[in-house]
């Protein structure tokens, strides 16, 4: 993982990030917390991404790296959101993040982002999105 960032990342560039098409998990594995870490390896490298259920669209994918210290968001496997589930939560500082667009929202990088990753939908798994340059993608 790169240092922690002013502005978004650009995933793809980093270590170890799957390529379009990569299936990441089933819709059923964000049942039990909301959301799903997964990690990606090779060698040595790594990338870390999850995936947070949306209340009325499908689930979103972020960069598993908080836009504060640079770490990852959650001590815990799954656990990136509040208790109530209303806002992604970075175990580190408190900061939190609106779930829909990953803008911090109270905490130390507040108007920081979190870094969205394009996914889409295919039978019941998700996927990496194929097209990257489609910017409606979830
Ligand atoms: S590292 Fe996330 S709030 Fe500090």
Known sequence: ?????????????????PEPGTRLC???A???SG????????????????L???????????VNQCPHA??????FPDRFLTRERDAIVCASHGARFRIEDGLCI???????RLTKIPIETIGSNAHIARDQTNR???
């Open 106 to 112: 109270s905490g130390p990088c507040a108007g920081k």
């Open 26 to 28: 089933s819709l059923d």
């Open 52 to 62: 947070v259920a949306t209340e009325n669209s499908g689930p979103c994918a972020y």
């Open 30 to 32: 964000l049942d039990a």
């Open 35 to 50: 959301a799903k870490g997964v990690d990606f390896e090779n060698g040595d490298k790594r990338f870390s991404l999850f």
């Open 1 to 17: 993982m790169t240092p922690p960032q002013d502005s978004l990342l650009n995933w793809q560039e980093m270590d170890a990030a």
């Open 136 to 138: 409606g993608s979830k």
């Open 70 to 75: 640079g770490t990852p968001l959650e001590i």
